[in-house]
C-alpha cells in the first residue's frame, strides 16, 4: 500500500467528521503525535501517528500551494 503524505499546514479530510459537522483538520503540529485543528470550530486534538495515518483519507489543500485572493 502506499504511504500517504502530508506536511505541517496541510489541511486534510479524516475519515470519521468532528462532531461539530466539519470533516476539514488542519495539522498543526508533527512528531511522535500529530495534532490536528478542526477548521470548523477551531478544537484541536492530539492524535498519536499510528491512529492519524489509519484515519486520514487524503489531503484536501496542501500548506505549499499559493492562496487565492
Known amino acids: 500500500m ?3 503524505i502530508y506536511d505541517l499546514g496541510d489541511i486534510v479530510q479524516m475519515k470519521k467528521p468532528h462532531p ?4 476539514e483538520m488542519e495539522i498543526i503540529r ?10 470548523g470550530c477551531k478544537h484541536s486534538v492530539l492524535v ?15 500548506s505549499e500551494e499559493p492562496q487565492s485572493e
Open 20 to 23: 461539530c459537522g466539519s470533516n
Open 30 to 39: 508533527m512528531g511522535m503525535d500529530i495534532r490536528i485543528k478542526c477548521v
Open 48 to 62: 498519536p501517528r499510528a491512529k492519524f495515518e489509519k484515519n486520514f483519507k487524503k489531503v484536501l489543500r496542501s
Open 2 to 4: 502506499e504511504r500517504k
